[in-house]
């Protein structure tokens, strides 16, 4: 369970696992005792090694019963500066209200006042340069180096290379990332199927938790045999250091200053600055560098240390609000949605972030916060709310727009029950087509005002047709007239659909441990421009020797001190 109604509203707690979640788990099982709530059935856990999926359901029914009564006596504010102060893993399910009042958006001065809209989202990204100087330019030559900034220590070892004709868009690009997760490996993604090297710097004692979240009983692999860790890293290469040692710190300052033309990082706000390697202390050695980093709420503001997942995201960012249905609690996407939104976002920075030093010569660092990118999404609900004061409502598949508009059951396909089609008629000439197909040719609903009022009775008149028909009847027959119509495919279905096949959407692979696998193109294609992967998701310092000796020319010697003392894992 995820949704929990308060006295006001709703929060989104996780009851989830992991090493990450920890922390919150103890931290509510205080929370409720000290409330006066049975609080046994959560003490009764040992948090560390606590899985939900393999609970029992008794279980957790119990302590259901526990945290829904202790989050019942508080409003969703009260929650979440509680949250806010103890950083409990903990977030309202806001609406346009609590959007609109946001403290942490109001501080990094996310929205603008456009006309009569007097609160309008106004960029997803903060932009900056070491000198606080990031304007519009023309293009012009590099600037000569400032001379009151220290001299690199180290010089590149080779030119920049060029792109070849018919290479990736992004081929010669040279990436270093660091973080963990889904959000910012997908982000780098979009660089490596186009061409670049993007380098993951990774530790074999705090691994990236997708790794983590793979062990157990059914992984012969260990923290090699994370699928998800593999499908968001594919080809991309991967270093092995313990950035709490000085040497390893070094090591990532040479390979800056010497080989990256850009580093991208997801980690929580503090972490890059206690490593020594936040932007203002790399940027002294690299005036020219391109930076992104991209967490939760971005790098300033009164709430950017609260911590979180997508999960947390969905909820501040109006995601859980919107999605399920009228007559029931929020639902909430089921894939933590700004963990898949915000790397789209973070991708389209980082690009023009480089576009910006071509055109200029000139470095840049870009702040990303994934909730922001959430709210800027949802622009058009903040602005209806302000414009009309309705906060909208959860409506299933419906949509206000059209008439039919969902998803309806089709007959089974061989053994294969629990088949459906996605329809929608968008205008009063796809009724008229439609409803006559249907047998149902009334002109009193020649209007969507009238077809939304017998919206109930036009969907059964839909679903009695659709069930009487496969999938692939369905949309042929409504494709045939130029009405919205497509199957709700499954993972077996995509697989063996023929237009996926057709844009060779699956690239075969070979990992080292895991063996043959496919991994996925990118929805777009570019002309005249080569896209695809040539390895999978790196193994952990897999990439060690091209690293340290190709890349940084270290004597095998020295290469070893590193080892043993820990720098390099």
Same mark, same amino acid.
């Not at 310092?541 to 080892?563: F, Y």
């Given at each position: ?16 696992? @992991? ?9 509510? +099982? ?23 999926? +393999? ?28 949250? /806010?102060?103890?950083? =409990? ?107 670049? +090297? ?78 020594? =390697? ?16 991209? /967490? ?35 639902? @909430? ?14 991708? +389209? ?60 059951? /089709? ?25 006559? =197909? ?36 369905? /949309? ?94």
């Amino acid at each position: 369970r995820e949704i929990w109604p308060t006295q006001d509203g709703f929060v989104s707690f996780g009851l989830r696992g @992991g090493k990450a979640r920890v922390p919150s788990l103890e931290l509510i +099982t205080r929370l409720v005792a000290a409330a006066g709530i049975d609080a046994s059935p959560l003490e009764a856990q040992d948090w560390s090694t606590w899985n939900p999926n +393999t609970a029992d359901a008794a279980v957790l029914r119990a302590i259901e019963v526990s945290l829904a009564e202790y989050f019942a006596l508080h409003t969703m504010q009260e929650l979440y500066d509680v949250a /806010c102060e103890t950083n =409990l893993m903990l977030a309202p399910a806001n609406s346009p209200r609590e959007i609109l009042a946001s403290k942490q958006l109001a501080a990094r001065g996310f929205f603008a006042e456009v006309g009569a809209i007097k609160q309008l989202p106004a960029s997803f990204v903060q932009v900056r340069a070491l000198d606080d100087d990031v304007t519009r330019v023309a293009p012009r030559a590099p600037a000569p180096a400032d001379p009151t900034l220290a001299p690199p220590r180290w010089q590149p070892r080779r030119p920049r290379p060029t792109t070849p004709p018919g290479a990736g868009a992004w081929s010669g690009l040279r990436i270093l990332e660091f973080g963990s997760g889904a959000a910012g490996p997908i982000a780098t993604r979009y660089f490596v199927e186009h061409g670049a +090297t993007v380098l993951r710097v990774e530790s074999r004692s705090r691994p990236d938790f997708l790794r983590v979240y793979a062990l157990g009983p059914d992984n012969p692999h260990g923290l090699e045999g994370a699928p998800m860790y593999d499908a968001l890293n594919v080809g991309k290469r991967n270093v092995t250091l313990n950035l709490k040692h000085p040497d390893a710190v070094e090591l990532v300052r040479r390979l800056v200053v010497e080989w990256a033309d850009a580093v991208a990082e997801n980690f929580a706000p503090r972490a890059m600055k206690s490593f020594g =390697l936040d932007y203002d202390a790399l940027a002294a050695h690299k005036p020219d560098l391109v930076m992104v980093s991209a /967490c939760l709420n971005g790098q300033t503001g009164p709430h950017k240390d609260y911590p979180g997942f997508g999960g947390q995201g969905a909820a501040l960012s109006g995601f859980n609000w919107l999605t399920g249905w009228p007559d029931r609690a929020p639902l @909430g996407p089921h894939g933590t949605i700004t963990d898949s939104l915000a790397p789209r976002f973070v991708a +389209t920075a980082l690009a023009a972030g480089l576009e910006y030093r071509r055109r200029t010569g000139r470095g840049v660092y870009l702040d990303v916060a994934q909730v922001e990118t959430g709210v800027f999404a949802l622009a058009p609900w903040l602005v209806a709310y302000q414009q009309t004061g309705a906060v909208g409502t959860r409506d299933g598949n419906r949509s206000s727009r059209a008439v039919p508009h969902g998803a309806f059951p /089709c007959a089974s396909e061989g053994d294969l029950d629990d088949r459906w089609v996605a329809v929608a008629a968008w205008d009063d000439a796809d009724w008229d087509r439609l409803g006559a =197909l249907i047998g149902m040719d009334d002109p009193t609903l020649g209007t969507l005002a009238a077809r939304a009022a017998r919206v109930d009775e036009i969907e059964a008149a839909v679903r009695a047709w659709t069930e009487r028909h496969t999938r692939a009847e369905v /949309c042929e027959l409504l494709q045939a007239r130029h009405i919205e119509a497509v199957p709700v495919e499954d993972f077996g279905d995509v697989h063996d659909d023929p237009q996926v096949e057709a844009r060779e959407h699956f690239v075969p692979l070979i990992h080292p441990v895991m063996g043959p696998g496919l991994y996925e193109h990118n929805g777009f294609r570019l002309s005249d421009a080569a896209a695809g992967y040539d390895r999978a998701g790196p193994t952990l310092g897999q990439d060690n020797d091209w690293v340290l000796v190709e890349l940084l020319g270290l004597s095998p010697g020295e290469r070893q001190r590193l080892v043993d003392e820990g720098a390099v894992e």
